[in-house]
């Protein structure tokens, strides 16, 4: 079968991959070339077959965003909600605490994946990797998004109790863990198999302190088997962090150097309190210098954490050790945009200098260094022989004007407002800023139900019983009729 190309001509700005300085550069008024299979030119003008083509008048074209840390499940119906709560004694943070009281019934659950792959998309992600339970709706509703697609079902042993808002306790429930363990190889090889081609596995002990060392260590010994990336929450609060040192004297980096796990396929979710973080007793730096060794990737997601006070330190420092950063968003609002701008935000700040990091740093962990995380050097770019997923920025949006260097105009300011299309396999998945494979507002009118239902069963997942209002206070009082 004769494969159809598209060609867009003249593009004013092309983000595109050099070889050379293996970094994205500009091209000004170049031609891009492309059909299912990836793009067949990139450059000057395209002078080969074509079947149609578009004008690149006034655009600038980039790689899509690779997005190496994201949660479905309940995580977009916790919106509105638990922002300004945190357990005091456990450094503010809300993970243990709050986390597992939100319920989402089974019918909400395509909804859910439904809105959060649709937000990524409309915000230039073309991959994306979900870490969540297993479910009957997760790949038939990743295919049909479109969307290139790594499912991660986590699986753990112990289960997090907070005994009266002060003390972190652990269930375990090693049996339970293993039947998990298993049910999970079994989604991972489906999605590797899919025949849509654009899904893929990832095997994910879902957090480094609830699971055992053997657990762990067959873990990341089945997905080497596989060939498939492994990723594991590790390093990610000081709840965990003293949890580790209590249990083996080690930090989260150098347990999992101690079981021999740490290697250029796992991908560590946020990494955060590494011994030399100014929170941590460690003050040593040892972290930074093994994961670079070991060519380990940092998932960086500073959105979720910033809103709890806590910051890696910094990006611009994990880069100059020799550290893959790569970016997820974790949770809402699943905007990669935002994600960078806050990355970009948080490094400057906890570094300490403008300096830190660049704007084309944070767009390379966008896109190569999620791209290598993931063992692909066919996305993430824009090259000749390289996957055709892209996005197309309109230069002419209010909030791109005046131009001098767009790349620093979408992320400092337009943001998702101006993408104007996102292509993966050079299909058209987001158009006019709407996802065109999915159901995307069915999906929106949904969660509104879904998170007045997970509101009620609240008092029965807190141990306290405490109803919503108790849990997460409203951001004002509720005035009495006829005050306001």
Known sequence: MTKEIHVIRNVHTLVAFDSERNGHVYLHNADIAYDDKGFVHVGGHYEGPFDSESSGRDRMIMPGFVNVHCHSGEEPISKGIFEDTGTAALWGNALY??????????????????????????????????????????LPTLARSGARAFVAP??????????????????????????AFARALEVVDAATAHPSG??????????????????????????????VPVTIHAAQTMAEHEELL????????????????????????????????SWTRQRTEVDLRLLADRQTTVAHCPVTFSRSGM??????????????????????????L?????AMICARLSGKSVFDVATGDILEAATIAGARALGRDDIGRIAVGSKADFLVVDLRHHAMQPVYDPLRNLLHCAAERAIERVYVDGTCVVSGGRPTLIDYDGALAKLQEAQDYACRKAPE????????????PLSLPMARPGRA
Not at 257 to 269: A, P, T, V, W, Y
Not at 312 to 335: I, K, M, Q, W
Not at 461 to 472: C, F, V
């Open 97 to 138: 605490e709050y986390s597992n009281l939100l319920e989402i019934d089974e019918d909400a659950i395509e909804a859910s994946l439904t809105v959060m792959v649709g937000d990524l998309m409309r915000s230039g992600v073309t991959t994306l990797l979900d870490i969540a339970g297993p479910h009957e709706s997760w």
């Open 246 to 277: 209590r249990r083996h004297g080690l930090t989260a980096v150098q347990y999992l150097e101690s079981l021999g796990l740490l290697g250029k396929d796992l991908i560590l979710g946020h990494c955060i309190f590494v011994d030399s973080h």
């Open 154 to 179: 986590g699986f753990r042993e112990a289960q997090w109790h907070v005994e009266d808002s002060h003390r972190l306790d652990f269930r375990w429930d090693k049996a339970r863990g293993r039947d």
């Open 461 to 472: 997942n807190d141990p306290k019983g405490r109803g919503m209002r108790t849990l997460a």
């Open 198 to 227: 654009r899904l893929g596995g990832v095997v994910a002990p879902s957090q480094i302190e609830t699971c055992s060392p053997e657990l762990l260590q067959d873990a990341v010994a089945a997905a080497r088997n596989r060939g």
């Open 338 to 342: 935002e994600e960078m701008r806050q």
């Open 311 to 336: 910051a890696l330190e910094s990006v611009g420092r994990y880069r100059r050790a020799g550290v893959n950063v790569a970016l997820g968003t974790d949770s809402y609002p699943f905007n990669m």
